[in-house]
């Protein structure tokens, strides 16, 4: 099955910007996945973030509408997520899903922390 890597988390102040990176590592035909952007805040449930399909069609929660913008690489197998207009309440664990059209299950990455200051 498919094996996500998520990078570029860290610690901006609130306005800044920051670009998650989600890789996948084994090869396999990346466009045969619908690939997800998810979050986790501290002591909260996780929750969806963002998502695009195959053909580059995007979707996003309403709170990060306007300020994050998800893309993808199906040639590299990335999955990206450009934050920008940073708020504290987007300090969580970012975690990238990839799942696969037709039958299988999906999979989750490890994440990547992301720490936004007032």
């Known amino acids: 099955q498919a094996q996500l890597v998520e990078s570029g988390g860290g610690s901006v102040r609130a306005g800044g910007s920051l670009t998650l990176t989600c890789a996948e590592t084994t090869g396999r035909i990346f466009s045969h996945y619908i690939m997800h952007w998810y979050r986790q805040p501290p002591g909260h449930e996780r929750e969806w973030v963002a998502s695009?399909?195959?053909?580059?069609?995007?979707s996003y929660i309403d709170s990060v509408k306007g300020r994050f913008t998800i893309s993808r690489d199906n040639r590299k197998g990335e999955v990206y997520l450009q934050m920008n207009s940073l708020e504290p309440e987007d300090s969580a664990v970012y975690y990238c899903q990839a799942e696969p059209l037709g039958s299988g299950f999906p999979v989750w990455g490890k994440g990547t922390l992301v720490n936004v200051s007032s």
């Open positions: 695009i399909r195959s053909s580059g069609t995007p």
